[in-house]
Every structure is written in C-alpha cells, then in structure tokens.
C-alpha cells in the first residue's frame, strides 16, 4: 500500500516505515504529525485518485530530526566583465517517518 501526499508543498510516494526528508516543518522532534492532502491511494491493485484529494484518508507520521542538505554552490560570472561571485546555502529539511496510512 502507498501513497502520494502532499508535504509543505511538495508531493511525495509514501509507504508505511519509510524516512521522507520533507521541507522545513514546525514541530519538536518526536512530535506527531498527520497529513490529510492525500492526493493518490493504491491498496493492493485498488487505486484511488483524488480530485483534487482523497476524502477519508490521513497519514500518520513522526517527526525524527531537522536537518541540513548538501551545500549547494551558487556562481554568477559575466564575461569579459570581471564579475565573479561565488555563495552557497544549505537548505533545511525535516526527517519524518510515516507511520501508518489510514483509509
């Protein structure tokens, strides 16, 4: 049984005891979590598609950490300028472990 959820805006395929890293979220760490915009449920061969969602299914999660990405590297040149600029950032995410979906 999966699903595809949407988390802090972005869409995920979930199963029951995987690890998603997720976009930044509010929450302590060990803090419960639902999410209710399912927008897709397969349950052995049974698909059910949402439109937009799917009525009467929440997954359930747990939050483990907020944790930091890869170093992502951001260069501006213009040629024949002697412009350069080199900066970086490392983008902030939440490890969330989906506990169970619930039809």
Do not use: C, W
Not at 28 to 43: N, P, Q
Not at 46 to 55: D, F, Y
């Amino acid at each position: 049984m999966y699903a595809i959820v949407e988390i802090a805006g972005k869409q995920f395929k979930v199963e029951k005891d995987q690890y998603v890293y997720a976009p930044s979220m509010q929450g302590d760490i060990g803090a419960s979590v639902e999410f209710d915009k399912v927008l897709l449920v397969d349950d052995n061969g049974t698909i059910e598609v949402g439109a937009p969602t799917v009525s009467g299914v929440k997954i359930s999660a747990k939050i483990l950490d907020h944790v930091k990405g890869e170093k992502v590297i951001v260069f501006k040149k213009k040629r024949r300028k002697g412009y350069k600029k080199k900066n970086g950032h490392r983008q902030k995410f939440t490890k969330v472990l989906i506990e169970e979906i619930a039809k």
